[in-house]
Nanobody, 126 residues
Framework: QVQLVESGGGLAQAGGSLRLSCAAS????????MGWFRQAPGKEREFVAA????????LYTDSVKGRFTISRDNAKNTADLQTSNLRPEDTAVYYC???????????????????WGQGTQVTVSS
């Protein structure tokens, strides 16, 4: 099993920034990909950004490209999400996720991820 703990988040004004961190523990050697998803009230959980731990592909949903950056530290088993130029529509609970296998084209699919954190709230005021 893999355990994921998020930190960061909070309240920001529109145009501001926040840094979210995710620390993995347990059987981290099985993780092949990590990512961030978010869920706004009344909406489905949606993909934000993800990467393969082996390097190479990093994927972002279109609405955050150029504003959010996902980064990894394989030695520390962490996945951080640096957000900037935040918008009120970025308000959501942000979840860290990890996968021990990802099918071709599945990096951005919720169903690819086996382990989830408890979530951290991001609220952006206008």
């Amino acid at each position: 099993q893999v355990q994921l703990v998020e930190s960061g988040g909070g309240l920001a004004q529109a145009g501001g920034s926040l840094r979210l961190s995710c620390a993995a523990s347990g059987r981290t050697s099985t993780i092949v990909a990590m990512g961030w998803f978010r869920q706004a009230p009344g909406k489905e959980r949606e993909f934000v950004a993800a990467f393969f731990r082996s390097g190479g592909s990093t994927l972002y949903t279109d609405s955050v490209k150029g504003r959010f950056t996902i980064s990894r530290d394989n030695a520390k088993n962490t996945a951080d999400l640096q957000t900037s130029n935040l918008r009120p529509e970025d308000t959501a609970v942000y979840y860290c996720a990890a996968a021990d296998s990802v099918a071709y084209g599945g990096l951005g699919r919720r169903s690819s991820y086996d382990f989830w954190g408890q979530g951290t709230q991001v609220t952006v005021s206008s």
